[in-house]
């Protein structure tokens, strides 16, 4: 036993110490409250972990995600932050994969093996996935975000604790930093890139003009000395303001010259779609689209023509007026507002650029105004405390604590606020669906198959007698069959499009909701459910129903007015999603 394990001991107790020791634990996330988290597992007596994230080490990320250091930088997060964590305990067996968790291998059979799941996500729509796939294989599952100086970490156990979903999420307000720099899938992620990055790069302080040590060493010395050269430059071209080419020095390093850059590391690109450099002397030969009038100048979206010529009108606004204001005091700057024309024009301009670059929705001149001014940084601090939380959520788990676990959120003047555990919503159209999965051929068997086998196969015999002319299948957002769309009916489920790992929401006339999550079946048989659907639930009176739903519309004032006043200052129509 080593003398951190007898510490633990002594802390913990034998009996809960045990629990720890023998746990199997999954971390969703590599980042900011990721490898916090990983630091506490392995230091809190947990030594069997395995800790996926699709991303790579940006130079932007060392700055809060402390198992990473400059030679790292290109890295994979998840190869590295075991390897740092490691150093804090070498008798801990961890497993890193650089994946997306949504891939199919990642089934709700692979979700069993963990006693628990920790999330560590900077995204809506993977949180999600998570969710489900925990409520589906029935492990529990703590979910932390933060925001600025806010936070909270709290459990989800199937059929004891609010889900995810039991609430309705807005749009995240904030935005994953780790994708910024070199991954952007989002408007948002560009957005903030020309406004935080770009902007304050030539007009403002830049975020990396910070000295770069020279580490000839290590054999990520190459890549350092890249990014040190990458610095200069931008020097080079705010040295250059005012001369005639000045908007194509910046056009053709960050559309050109960085994008290539991006593209020579193949790795990032193996399971993502390729971004596509843009060239300055193509675009200034490009003729200007003739469009009709769209209505309000500022909900027009600009083609790709447009937006050049904005870039490169509004960049040399802002270099004039900064090289004037520098006349008479040197060490000026300009600051973004959105309320500056020539600062809107460029950011809406260089995020649709770029958006343009990597596949990504453009938006109009509204569009970006609105967004742009909701942009939070990640700092340090918050991670540590939240991550610090999420290890005593573990806990509590072990201890068979789930409804008496209670929610926890950070907030300012470093106040830590609990909550009670919610019930699950009864509406909820994810944990309180009936699910089920199912064992299936994807090659031979059909959706007509999995219709009689499954849906219309009566409740006696397990399946969850629906009647065929009343039912709808969705995969996601798409209808893959109704009693008027059965085009579908007799292809294979691989011509489908499903595949292992799908979930389909089934409906019928009554409103019952089956989620079906498909897995490949490893037997000769065509469908298999591998458990009995559960019954349908009895529906409440309808007076009964409405004597609940008043009861709880006046429960949750009381509990919303409570939290307002000691601990977020948020409405219920305006939620902000806590992202990393």
């Not at 071209?237 to 559309?255: L, N, R």
């Not at 079906?516 to 309808?542: F, G, N, V, Y």
């Not at 939290?563 to 939620?575: F, R």
Request: aromatic share 6%; charged share 30%; with cysteine.
């Amino acid at each position: 036993m080593t003398e951190r394990d007898s510490y633990n001991i002594r802390t913990l107790g034998k009996e809960l110490f045990d629990k720890v020791s023998s746990s199997k634990i999954l971390l969703v996330g590599a980042g900011g409250i990721g490898c916090e988290l990983l630091k506490n597992l392995v230091m809190s007596g947990f030594k069997d972990i395995v800790v996926i994230d699709l991303d790579t080490i940006d130079i932007s990320n060392l700055n809060r995600q402390f198992l990473f250091q400059k030679q790292h930088v290109k890295q994979a997060k998840a190869h590295v932050a075991k390897e740092s964590a490691h150093r804090f305990n070498p008798s801990v067996n961890i497993e890193s994969l650089q994946s997306n968790i949504k891939e199919p291998q990642f089934n709700v059979q692979w979700f069993k093996q963990f006693t628990m799941v920790l999330n560590a996500l900077d995204n809506l729509e993977a949180r999600r996935h998570v969710n489900a796939m925990c409520l589906a294989a029935d492990v529990p599952l703590v979910e932390s975000g933060t925001q600025g100086y806010f936070g909270q970490a709290y459990v989800i156990k199937k059929d004891e604790t609010e889900c995810f979903d039991c609430q309705p999420k807005t749009a995240p307000k904030t935005y994953p930093v780790c994708t910024i720099r070199s991954t952007p899938s989002a408007p948002i992620h560009c957005i903030v890139w020309a406004k935080s990055f770009l902007f304050s790069q030539l007009f403002g302080n830049s975020e990396d003009e910070e000295t770069l040590e020279p580490d000839n060493s290590d054999k990520m010395a190459k890549e350092i000395a890249a990014l040190k050269r990458e610095t200069e430059e931008l020097k080079a071209i705010k040295e250059a303001a005012g001369s005639p080419d000045y908007t194509k020095k910046i056009f053709t390093k960050v559309f050109e010259t960085d994008i290539n850059r991006l593209l020579s590391m193949e790795s990032m690109w193996e399971k993502r779609e390729k971004p596509t450099p843009l060239h300055y002397d193509d675009l200034e030969e490009m003729m200007t689209e003739a469009t009709e009038n769209q209505g309000l100048a500022d909900r027009k979206v600009w083609d790709l023509k447009e937006n050049f010529e904005v870039f490169k009108e509004s960049a040399t606004k802002l270099s004039t007026r900064l090289l004037k204001e520098k006349e008479t005091q040197p060490d000026a700057i300009l600051s973004f507002d959105k309320d500056d024309d020539d600062a809107m024009d460029f950011v809406t301009a260089a995020s649709n650029l770029r958006a343009h670059i990597f596949a990504i929705k453009t938006n109009s001149l509204f569009d970006v105004k609105s967004m742009a001014g909701n942009i939070i940084p990640a700092i340090a601090t918050t991670n540590a405390v939240i991550a610090g939380l999420v290890i005593l959520k573990a806990f509590g788990i072990l201890q068979g604590q789930f409804k008496n676990n209670p929610r926890v959120y950070l907030h300012t003047s470093s106040r830590l606020i609990p909550e009670a555990n919610s019930e699950p919503n009864p509406a909820c159209s994810v944990c309180k669906s009936r699910s089920a999965t199912v064992s299936v051929d994807f090659e031979k068997a059909t959706l007509k198959d999995l219709i009689d086998k499954v849906l219309v196969l009566s409740t006696e015999e397990g399946g969850a007698g629906m009647e065929q002319d009343e039912i709808a299948i969705m995969d996601g957002s798409r209808m893959i069959y109704d009693v008027d769309f059965d085009d579908m009916a007799d292809l294979p489920l691989k011509e489908v499009g499903l595949k292992a790992d799908s979930i389909l929401r089934v409906t019928n006339d009554d409103g019952d909701e089956i989620d079906l999550i498909m897995e490949s079946i490893d037997t000769d048989e065509l469908i298999k459910l591998t458990s009995p659907l559960s019954k349908i639930q009895p529906k409440l009176p309808i007076k009964r129903k409405m004597e609940e739903e008043e009861e709880e519309a006046h429960k949750k004032v009381k509990t919303s007015h409570t939290v307002v006043d000691d601990v977020i200052l948020l409405d219920d129509e305006d939620e902000v999603v806590l992202l990393d």
